[in-house]
């Protein structure tokens, strides 16, 4: 690989670089921590876009700058304090680009956010206030300009995740076919019903909105005192239904393991943090949701644990292609994870429909 600080220097960064060091624990792109030695130049966020995954680079960047300038441009006129740290701004080259290709890889830098935080777990006050910046977040993209782009083509569209699922398994790249027939029977035997939003969708019941479409516990960025800054990991933000943002933070963040825990019983979905978050949510979304796309939050509940089962599966059928590894039954191990969450929030589901009843007769 290119020498990391040659690369920082094709940027219009300020100060001189002092060292840089890997950062977070993305599962696609690399990222790295660029200091400088001056107190007055701020630090910085260097990032290896993975472009066997981001295929459209240009159009990625386009979207994310797209993204920030709006979120930049309703902060002002909201006339919030800090405006730096609550939303990214992008480096541009001498080329006037916010990426640099270096005849291999395409990189970025954006400005370090200083003294923010990001959990891999949070409490219910700090989902509390995750829930009210998801869906804030979407509000406030609800009026930009610009047409986004899909990034990954149907994302988190389900008919294709299992059509994906199929495929691998018709093919068995890996050969690993026998030793994951049950939970293929237990995802197919709720496929149809995990489809429902692409179904409404073609109805036309249920709107696409310009969505986070990553919305991990660890994409968030929290101040000193537990109110979220800003959202980070930009590279999916494109048209989705809300689901993606509500579900794919539950999760993650009403996880009671780890997303690839070994320990099955250690994997329960919280209903303190589900209750925490799905009231930040209503409270700064319910202006612009639907009643479709209320009724159908526990939906999206079960719909992510289901889709990241799907994925993790079919990468672990293909021979690992596609997620970052660090041993050789790792996707099957997160596989099994997603399944057992799944379950909970099947055994959770009156519960959440009676709390969300609650929310709105308030
Ligand atoms: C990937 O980049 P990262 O680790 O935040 C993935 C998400 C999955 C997640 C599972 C582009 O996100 O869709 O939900 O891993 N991103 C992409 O942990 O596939
Ligand atoms: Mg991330």
Redesign the pocket.
Known sequence: MRNLSDIVSKFKIQGTVESINPLGA????DTYKVSTQETDAPNYVLQRINHA?FQNVELLQNNIVAVTKHIRKKLLEAGEQDIDRKVLSFLETEEGKTYWFDGENYWRIMVFIPNAKTYETVNPEYSYYAGQAFGHFQAMLADIPETLGET?PDFHNMEFRLQQLREAVATNAAGRLEEVKYYLDEIEKRADEMCKAERLYREGKLPKRVCHC?T?VN?MMFDENGKVLCVI?L??VMPSFIFSDYG?FLRTGANTGD?DDKDLDRVEFNMDIFRAFTRGYLESARSFLTPIEIENLPYAAALFPYM?CVRFLADYINGDTY?KIKYPEHNLVRTKAQFKLLQSVEAHTPEMIAFIKECLEK
């Open positions: 993305g599962l696609i792109n995954i990954i990553d991990k994409n990991d590279d999916t794919d997303e990241q997620y």
